[in-house]
């Protein structure tokens, strides 16, 4: 438990919301529209996905009947620190977390980059830091590239002291839309208002192999000690020397 920080908690259905005192109903409302919005989008998608694999057939990279929805794909990204354009090959060789966020986010992003933290906080002292250093990237992917721009993204993550370790990534509107779509997240912006706006969008953490292809994903009710156990019964117990770098 990070000190002074709330986690995320709750029953497993649509209708809980975050539940941050003083949150005006409106928010709750949204939360609970976003939550359907955010389920519908994933199921109409996972029904699509499942005709665009059935297309591809036997293609490269396509897992092949053994279940496993091919989410993950190549993207091309600027990495907010840096301010560098990255490829998911960079990355290829360690295990994957995904989330797709925004930084305007008033709740759930929040809450999930802090599991996140917490999660990698946790491996490290189960693994040891350089084990979990040189086998797993986490990664912030926005899906609100016009407002969140590298230096925005990268003054979120250390502002709200997520895990230094998380990697932010954001670009142009394409380059953001194309990596949400290689992984089937659901977004839409809402509560367009004076200029200002909300995104609904899909809540899922990702946890995608050395080769990228989906190991499992994790939704906003899954834990931190359920993440951790399916995390780490998948990384090694020592470091992995081989692997490239990131930055
Ligand atoms: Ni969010």
């Known amino acids: 438990m990070l000190s002074g920080r709330k986690q ?8 809980e919301t975050p539940s941050r005192t003083g949150s005006p109903v409106t928010w709750r409302s949204l939360a609970i529209a976003t939550g359907f919005a955010a389920g519908l989008g994933f199921l109409y998608l996972d029904q699509k996905n499942k005709k665009i694999r059935e297309i591809q057939g036997k293609q490269k990279g ?5 279940g496993r929805p091919a ?31 925004f930084t305007h986010c008033p709740d759930v992003c929040p809450d ?26 986490p990664l912030f992917i926005s899906i609100d590239p016009e407002r969140d721009t590298p230096k925005v993204v990268d003054e979120y993550l250390r502002e709200n002291a997520f895990h230094p370790r998380l990697i932010g990534l954001t670009g142009s509107v394409e380059q953001c839309a194309a990596a949400a779509k290689a992984y089937r997240v659901y977004y839409t912006k ?11 969008h899909s809540i899922i953490t990702y946890f995608m192999g050395p080769d990228g292809a989906l190991v499992d994903y994790f939704g906003k009710h899954v834990t931190t000690d359920e993440m951790v156990k399916q995390i780490q019964a998948r990384l090694s117990a020592k470091p ?6 990131g930055n």
């Open 8 to 15: 995320p908690k709750g029953p497993e259905n649509v209708t």
């Open 62 to 66: 396509v897992p092949d009947g053994s």
């Open 71 to 101: 989410i993950g794909g190549p993207f091309s990204l600027i990495e907010s620190h840096s301010g560098q354009l990255v490829t998911d090959e960079l990355f290829r060789g360690r295990f994957m977390l995904v989330y797709f966020g």
């Open 112 to 137: 999930e980059l802090e599991k996140i933290t917490h999660v990698l906080e946790t491996l490290e002292k189960n693994l040891g830091k350089e084990t979990v250093d040189s086998q797993l990237v």
């Open 190 to 200: 809402t509560n367009v208002r004076d200029g200002d706006y909300l995104v609904d």
């Open 240 to 245: 992995k020397n081989s692997v490239p770098k």
